[in-house]
């Protein structure tokens, strides 16, 4: 399977954005779980959402919840984040990654499978 992610870009503080990430090779739904997670520079990669197959549950981390929203087209086999009233601190690059892990591994990078290559998304004052 492969994953491109898209729809990153500039934007002032306060403004929003969606990245998009789209399946190829494999449906989106053969996959139990998708995420997003975020590597500024010079720190380490973190979880930022993620959205099960089953029952469309949905899980964020502390820093965005509120603000960001996961979703997924499986028409499309796109998984989409949008992000609104940004923050300087949201400024990173964007990866979308699939897993088949079970709850309690979904926080962990290590759990996914396959990987975008990435989407800067940066945001200003």
């Known amino acids: 399977v492969q994953l491109q992610a898209s729809g990153g870009g500039l934007v002032q503080t306060g403004g929003s954005l969606r990245v998009s990430c789209t399946t190829s090779?494999?449906?989106?739904?053969?996959?139990?779980?998708v995420g997003w997670f975020r590597q500024a520079p010079g720190k380490e990669r973190e979880f930022v959402a993620a959205?099960?197959?089953?029952?469309?549950?949905?899980y964020y981390s502390d820093s965005v919840k509120g603000r960001f929203t996961i979703s997924r087209d499986n028409a499309k086999n796109t998984v989409y984040l949008q992000m609104n009233n940004l923050k300087l601190e949201d400024t990173a690059v964007y990866y979308c990654?699939?897993?088949?892990?079970?709850?309690?591994?979904?926080?962990?990078?290590?759990?996914?499978?396959?990987w975008g290559q990435g989407t800067q998304v940066t945001v200003s004052s």
């Open positions: 990654a699939v897993s088949n892990v079970v709850l309690s591994g979904i926080y962990l990078s290590a759990n996914y499978l396959y």
């Open positions: 090779g494999r449906s989106l739904s053969d996959y139990n779980v």
């Open positions: 959205r099960r197959r089953s029952g469309g549950y949905t």
